[in-house]
């Protein structure tokens, strides 16, 4: 395959470029190269981007309340209508389960049923006897990040801090990244009280029902025990501006930590949560005001978040019902890995808060470092793999429920006036989305090994 005529972005720039793909990988890149008798896909006027890899996805999720709309093949075929090439779901430990048993679920819901390569975080959800050794096997078996949450108390996900504790102890030298979903349990438990109190139930006080100093109070704890063990340590979808600087001062203290924050904290304001259409927009943490997202857009712009992740969580509207109060939210949660390059350019690169080298940092290259992809992922390189995308940067238009991939049925950024859509995506030298049709089979993705976790620096 030749991709002709293109501006190729790299985190290093942009240049006029071709790429000539051999097999499944990158073999050349140059100006005006030749290749007889291969396809050529003409991207004149079009960005070439590395493959997007999506590190933070709830494909086949079920909380107890029923598997999410998307599973493997519906919400893989979403992701590469999205540019993704690569993403990271989640296997939780359920009861009776080991490490390694949890992998091994999750593999096999996923195995002959992805259209792009994936790979799986483990979900730490208790240690049992012989635990530490278990922990190495997973890493050897090329799983080297693992998740464990600080709140849904009376839940498979919750762990107290004492488990965090013991985990950040061995987890560094085991090249084990932990990741961590900050909340203060106990903080929104109170909080949820006095709303409740005040017969303030409806979805309007969905975000005033888990308030941000939670999520900052559980990063601060989450820094300290990685300064006490020397593990590293990487927040999930932080929507709060305050949870930023404390990562950031954290790392300034050599502590290594890494800040990941969502397009929906980027491009919507809590204002959804007192308009008809509620419902679309639940998810935890929830949507913060206005001036948060835009102390989150002078950080991201800043360089003090280092990752982009969806947190795609399928569910559909019919799954959700018609939810009068957030007490009753049992399925949170939204798509959104499609969505995440047209958004990051429409309300990043086009008003000015990023450029083109900054986004690919974001949505590729940091990605495929932090998570042991790289070099084999996240550039566009010979010797990499061929996880390309041709990006419209002249296509524009409202979002639209019905052109999208999911499983879910609708999207949070419906409505949205976006600039710059995908028009293509190879993975490993194949198109496997082109022009609105997912062309891949099921199947074509395939499991990767990810390397331990090193300490590295990402600006």
Known sequence: MLIRGGTVVTEAGEARSDVLVRGERIELVGPDLEAPGEDVLDATGLYVLPGVIDPHTHFGLDTGTGPTADDFAS??????????????????????????????AVRAQA??????????????????????????????????????YTTYKDSVFYVDDWTI????????????????????????????????????????????????????????????LA???????????????????????????????IAETCPHFLCLDDSVYRGPDAVRYLMTPPIRPLEMQQG?????????????????????????????????VSSPGIPGTETVL??????????????MPGLVRLVSANPARV?????????????????????????????????????????????????GRVRSTVSRGRLVYDRGVVRADPGWGRFVERRPFEPLDLG
């Open 342 to 355: 047209s958004l990051l350019y429409s309300f990043g690169v086009r008003p000015g808060r990023l450029d």
């Open 296 to 328: 989150l857009w002078e950080r991201l712009s800043a360089g003090a978040i280092q990752s982009v992740g969806s947190d795609h969580c399928g569910y559909s509207l019919a799954q959700r019902g018609d939810t009068p109060s957030f007490t009753q």
């Open 371 to 419: 998570f042991g992809l790289w070099p084999r992922k996240g550039r566009i390189e010979p010797g990499a793999d061929a996880d390309l995308v041709l990006f419209d940067p002249h296509a524009s238009g409202v979002l639209a429920d019905a052109e999208l991939h999911s499983a879910a049925g609708f999207s949070p950024f419906a409505g949205l006036q976006l600039e």
């Open 111 to 148: 195995d002959g049923r992805s259209h792009v390569d994936y790979s799986v975080h483990l979900n730490i959800t208790r240690l049992d006897d012989g635990w530490q050794r278990e922990l190495e096997q997973v890493v050897d078996g090329g799983v080297s990040s693992a998740k464990v």
């Open 227 to 257: 300064r006490a063990t020397g593990s590293p340590i990487y927040f999930v979808h932080l929507s709060s501006p305050l949870s930023v600087d404390l990562v950031s001062e954290g790392r300034q203290q050599g502590i290594v930590a």
């Open 165 to 224: 504790y013991r985990l950040m102890e061995r987890s560094g030298g085991a090249g084990m990244l932990v990741q961590m979903h900050a909340e203060n349990d106990d903080m929104l438990q109170g909080r949820r009280r006095e709303l409740e109190a005040a017969g303030q139930t409806s979805l309007a006080f969905h975000g005033e029902s888990r308030p941000a100093v939670a999520e900052s109070e559980a990063v601060a704890r989450g820094l300290f």
């Open 75 to 104: 919400g893989s075929a979403s992701a590469a209508a999205g540019g993704v090439t690569t993403y990271i779901n989640f296997a939780t430990q359920h009861p009776g389960q080991g490490f390694a048993d949890a992998i091994r």
